[in-house]
Nanobody
Framework: QLQLVESGGGLVQPGGSLRLSCAAS????????IGWFRQAPGKEREGVLC????????NYADSVKGRFTISKDNAKNAVYLQMNSLKPEDTAVYYC???????????????????WGQGTQVTVSS
């Protein structure tokens, strides 16, 4: 059974950067599409970015275009979310999620993803 663990969150000043990691165990990420989602206090969980099993990326959130990128390291069985030019509105718990058997990223619906990590807190504040 695939297990996902996020890390790399923390407190950062506006304009700063963080790189989140999503480490997989129990199975290889080959064949999985991986999405990053986030949930701010009092708000619904929303999709941020996805990388498909074939390596294509899909941006789920217009608000992160040009600032966030997603990448995958097959050798380390991990996916990363590089976040630059962070804003206070990026404050949220960030989750990675996986779905198997899709060569393209699914729509950013939570039900499309079968495996979820526990999340890592990102706080952007001065």
């Amino acid at each position: 059974q695939l297990q996902l663990v996020e890390s790399g969150g923390g407190l950062v000043q506006p304009g700063g950067s963080l790189r989140l990691s999503c480490a997989a165990s129990g199975d290889t990420l080959d064949g999985f599409s991986i999405g990053w989602f986030r949930q701010a206090p009092g708000k619904e969980r929303e999709g941020v970015l996805c990388i498909s099993s074939s390596g294509g990326t899909t941006n789920y959130a217009d608000s992160v275009k040009g600032r966030f990128t997603i990448s995958k390291d097959n050798a380390k069985n991990a996916v990363y979310l590089q976040m630059n030019s962070l804003k206070p509105e990026d404050t949220a718990v960030y989750y990675c999620a996986a779905t198997y058997g899709t060569s393209r990223c699914p729509v950013p619906d939570l039900s499309e993803y079968d495996y979820w990590g526990q999340g890592t807190q990102v706080t952007v504040s001065s």
